[in-house]
């Protein structure tokens, strides 16, 4: 299962979906959709937004290039910091993850998507007690918050 932008959880993978012509399509189509070399200074979110599409066709390792090419235009991007974060998880990179996600927490303290990610990133790699953690900072940020963390909490115990 991946996580969307919001977090939401997918049943299904959108690679399974496609055939392999139809992957290569779409991950020609995403990687074009991208300015020129020459023009990318002021585009980090064309990197994003193509990192986020990759991770979704299911090719983290191409999402990863993606994002680092958006962080190093804009360092400190909340967003792509929790995809990438989130991306490495993913792939089984979670102190890698884990990193990002606390960086991205550190910078937006209240960013419940960050801490939501941050709590799932700490239960993939066994930190139950982070992952609490998290969950109460989320709670004091908004009670109504909606999160995987909550809910995968919610259902282990």
Known sequence: MKRGRRGQREKSSPKQSLNLPD????KSAVLNSLPSKESQRGYPDAH???GFAL???GELRAA????QKAIELKPDDVVTLVNMGETYVGLGRGQEGLALLKRAVELDPA???AH???GMAQ???GNREGALKELQAIQLL???FEGELSKRLTSAQ
């Open 55 to 57: 991770h979704q066709l």
């Open 116 to 118: 939501d990610s941050l």
């Open 123 to 125: 239960l993939e790699t």
């Open 48 to 50: 994003l937004s193509a």
């Open 23 to 26: 992957l290569d399509q779409a």
């Open 142 to 144: 908004d009670a109504g």
């Open 64 to 67: 990863i290039c993606e994002y």
């Open 111 to 113: 960013c419940t998507q």
